[in-house]
């Protein structure tokens, strides 16, 4: 069974860093693009980015680029997102899904649970 | 990159009627890369179609996709109870990825 089990909710405060995770199992992890989708509160979907975990390979929307990190641990099959100083207006839902297919021009089809990040002093 | 513009943003209708959800691309897209997905509050997304209007896994034949260019439809025939949620149509290329603003669907 595919699963991504995302890290539980955080409450930072700004100017704080944070790394979040996404633990896939019941797939090959290196085989499949893994992307990350933002939802401010009461908002819509956004697209963060994606990563190839077998090389690595991250690709950024605007929007996002310069702002967070992607990355993967192919040793424990896990993928991250991470920010190094958190805005108020970092504060959402992000969730990790994975791509379909092994193909980067293809939908998200299993996605995580959801991690909410709460900034706030 | 690609602006993804829903409409209507509120839909009310009746269990067992017909909703029909449009979509419309700011530049022509590949009806292969144009997906759409159902979210329910509290929930992550879930693939409904993809390719335009290819079924994703276990999606009711009552939810169908067409369109092409510019314009795309959902539609979902005969409204059930767990249908009224957000709907999202969502462009993916290697390059570009971008969702609608969101249909809201609920219940008249």
């Known amino acids: 069974e595919v699963q991504l089990v995302q890290s539980g909710a955080e409450v930072k405060k700004p100017g704080e860093s944070l790394k979040i995770s996404c633990k896939i199992s019941?797939?090959?992890?290196?085989?499949?693009?893994i992307g990350w989708v933002r939802q401010m509160p009461g908002k819509g979907l956004e697209w963060m980015g994606i990563i190839y975990p077998g090389d690595s390979d991250t690709r950024y929307s605007p929007s996002f680029q310069g702002q967070v990190t992607i990355s993967a641990d192919k040793s424990i099959s896990t993928a991250y997102l991470q920010w190094s100083s958190l805005k108020a207006s970092d504060t959402a839902i992000y969730y990790c899904a994975r791509l379909h297919g092994g193909y980067s021009s293809t939908p998200a089809d299993y996605w995580g649970q959801g991690t909410l990040v709460t900034v706030s002093s | 990159e690609i602006v993804l513009t829903q409409s209507p943003g509120t839909l009310s209708l009746s269990p067992g009627e017909r909703a029909t959800l449009s979509c419309r691309a700011s530049?022509?897209?590949?009806?292969?890369?144009l997906a759409w997905y159902q979210q329910k509050p509290g929930q992550a997304p879930r693939l409904l179609i993809y390719g335009a209007s290819s079924w994703a896994t276990d999606i009711p034949d009552r939810f169908s996709g067409s369109g092409s260019g510019t314009d795309f439809t959902l539609t979902i025939s005969g409204l059930e109870p767990e249908d009224f949620a957000v709907y999202y149509c969502h462009h993916y290329g290697s390059t570009s990825y971008t969702f609608g603003q969101g249909t809201k669907l609920e219940i008249k």
């Open positions: 019941g797939y090959s992890f290196t085989s499949y693009w």
């Open positions: 530049q022509s897209v590949s009806s292969s890369y």
